[in-house]
């Protein structure tokens, strides 16, 4: 298990850029592999990236593929999500969460932060 706190939210117009992090507690952050999530009002929650545990490998969903990427550092325990060209219909609560899986993405998440909101206006 780790505990995971999200920061960098905020609100932009699209077009905009904001970058998500993600700190981590404890001592074993790189053995996780690391996911981005998100989820508006009304909607299920929505995958966005995952990273491998060494930071080698990503996986994206499509409907971020060449705008947003993820990236850590294992030495400072954080994950980030570089979100560049925003749309309206990124606007969410963005989550963290760790896995003990080992392939991209996980098919599950056992460690989830409370998630940080993220608003893009038009």
């Known amino acids: 298990q780790v505990q995971l706190v999200e920061s960098g939210g905020g609100s932009v117009q699209t077009g905009g850029s904001l970058r998500l992090s993600c700190a981590a507690s404890?001592?074993?952050?790189?053995?996780?592999?690391m996911g981005w999530f998100r989820q508006a009002p009304g909607k299920e929650r929505e995958f966005v990236a995952a990273?491998?545990?060494?930071?080698?490998?990503?996986y994206y969903a499509d409907s971020v593929k060449g705008r947003f990427t993820i990236s850590r550092d294992n030495a400072k325990n954080t994950v980030y999500l570089q979100m560049n060209s925003l749309k309206p219909e990124d606007t969410a609560l963005y989550s963290c969460?760790?896995?003990?899986?080992?392939?991209?993405?996980?098919?599950?998440?056992?460690?989830w932060g409370q998630g940080t909101q993220v608003t893009v206006s038009s």
């Open positions: 969460a760790a896995s003990i899986e080992l392939g991209l993405p996980p098919t599950d998440f056992g460690s």
């Open positions: 404890g001592r074993t952050f790189g053995r996780y592999t």
């Open positions: 990273i491998s545990r060494s930071g080698g490998s990503t």
